[in-house]
């Protein structure tokens, strides 16, 4: 494990090289095919790009962590409160941000893809349909598959949507805001208790983490929900600990990674765990068995099964060797 860019001891929005830049509540995290890193900003309300000599810029949001929802072009647009990101087929990157879905140019020009900011009463949370009349409710994870398709896990709402390439939103699995828990079904069959992280695998499988229930789920394309691990999982996390993983991400074999407090997880296509990561909490860089991390907010995976994450204001990647 190395440390790509950022400090754990220092924050805020400095754009540098490597340890001499400043991150802010880096959260999601996605790679592009020329390697360059895009990470997104809770507490920064911005999205930043890593080049691959490590030189960190802000592609889109303010210097001075204003939070809103504006569509700009660079410093000038706002996000209200971004936290997964991913990269479409068709080369944009589509951000969750609280009650829309944001779409980022290369350049750092920033619409809104499909969404409205609702009215403020619950009933109006969950609402699918066509860019113009949908709505999320906190939507956390976003997932996008070979097909144009994403996945969202919308938190509040309880659901996992799925939005087809125009941007129509639909619901995946899950009932609404007021129907939640832990039961495995078809669609609204199905119950989930705040969703929080969504990854999506080359064959259609969706995989979630169900953070309230502490569940990790798949759902496959006909919104089938069953569940592979959780609430409580004594070889993973000891006896004493509930299973909560904070991150998702999958690679391009099936294999789905997580973060939990006591290490990294790969589970394999399956069903094999394996640990990466368990020297226990800290800043410590090397070898997987003494690599420490503080807290993980976002995982990703390239075609070579390098693992980048976002950990206490700091991009870290673990590379084979």
């Given at each position: 494990?190395?440390?790509?860019?950022?400090?754990?001891?220092?924050?805020?929005?400095?754009?540098?090289?490597?340890?001499?830049?400043?991150?802010?509540?880096?959260?999601?995290?996605?790679?592009?095919?020329a390697?360059?890193?895009?990470?997104?900003?809770?507490?920064?309300?911005?999205?930043?790009?890593?080049?691959?000599?490590?030189?960190?810029?802000t592609?889109?949001?303010?210097?001075?962590?204003?939070?809103?929802?504006?569509?700009?072009?660079?410093?000038?647009?706002?996000?209200?409160?971004?936290?997964?990101?991913?990269?479409?087929?068709?080369g944009?990157?589509?951000v969750?941000?609280?009650?829309?879905?944001?779409?980022?140019?290369?350049?750092?020009?920033?619409?809104?893809?499909?969404?409205?900011?609702?009215?403020?009463?619950?009933?109006?949370?969950?609402?699918?349909?066509?860019?113009?009349?949908?709505?999320?409710?906190?939507?956390?994870?976003?997932?996008?598959?070979?097909?144009?398709?994403?996945?969202?896990?919308?938190?509040?709402?309880?659901?996992?949507?799925?939005?087809?390439?125009?941007?129509?939103?639909?619901?995946?699995?899950?009932?609404?805001?007021?129907?939640?828990?832990?039961?495995?079904?078809?669609?609204?069959?199905?119950?989930?208790?705040?969703?929080?992280?969504?990854?999506?695998?080359?064959?259609?499988?969706v995989?979630?983490?169900?953070?309230?229930?502490?569940?990790?789920?798949?759902?496959?394309?006909?919104?089938?929900?069953?569940?592979?691990?959780?609430?409580?999982?004594?070889?993973?996390t000891?006896?004493?600990?509930?299973?909560?993983?904070?991150?998702?991400?999958?690679?391009?074999?099936?294999?789905?990674?997580?973060?939990?407090r006591?290490?990294?997880?790969?589970?394999?296509?399956?069903?094999?765990?394996?640990?990466?990561?368990?020297?226990?909490?800290?800043?410590?860089?090397g070898?997987?068995?003494?690599?420490?991390?503080?807290?993980?907010?976002?995982?990703?995976?390239?075609?070579?099964?390098t693992?980048?994450?976002?950990?206490?204001?700091?991009?870290?990647?673990?590379?084979?060797?």
């Open positions: 494990m190395t440390t790509i860019a950022g400090s754990a001891t220092e924050s805020g929005e400095v754009n540098a090289k490597g340890l001499d830049a400043r991150f802010n509540g880096p959260v999601g995290i996605v790679a592009d095919g390697h360059n890193l895009y990470v997104v900003e809770e507490l920064g309300k911005t999205v930043r790009k890593i080049d691959t000599a490590g030189n960190v810029t592609l889109a949001g303010p210097a001075n962590y204003e939070a809103g929802n504006v569509d700009a072009t660079g410093a000038a647009a706002r996000f209200s409160n971004p936290e997964g990101i991913c990269l479409g087929v068709d944009f990157l589509y969750a941000d609280r009650f829309t879905i944001r779409k980022v140019s290369t350049t750092g020009a920033v619409s809104t893809f499909t969404g409205v900011i609702y009215n403020g009463s619950p009933t109006g949370w969950y609402t699918d349909g066509d860019p113009s009349i949908a709505t999320f409710a906190t939507p956390y994870g976003i997932a996008c598959d070979k097909n144009g398709n994403f996945y969202v896990a919308d938190a509040q709402n309880n659901k996992i949507r799925k939005i087809s390439p125009a941007g129509v939103v639909g619901s995946l699995a899950g009932v609404d805001y007021y129907h939640y828990g832990q039961k495995d079904g078809q669609g609204a069959g199905a119950l989930f208790f705040e969703p929080t992280c969504v990854a999506a695998d080359p064959s259609g499988i995989y979630a983490v169900d953070g309230e229930s502490h569940l990790l789920r798949k759902i496959t394309p006909d919104g089938t929900v069953t569940t592979l691990l959780g609430p409580t999982e004594p070889s993973i000891g006896s004493t600990e509930l299973f909560a993983a904070s991150a998702l991400a999958t690679d391009k074999s099936g294999n789905q990674y997580f973060a939990i006591g290490g990294i997880i790969k589970r394999t296509a399956d069903g094999k765990i394996i640990r990466y990561a368990i020297g226990g909490i800290g800043e410590i860089d070898p997987l068995p003494v690599a420490a991390f503080r807290s993980i907010t976002g995982i990703y995976v390239d075609d070579s099964e693992i980048y994450i976002t950990d206490n204001n700091r991009i870290r990647k673990i590379s084979w060797q």
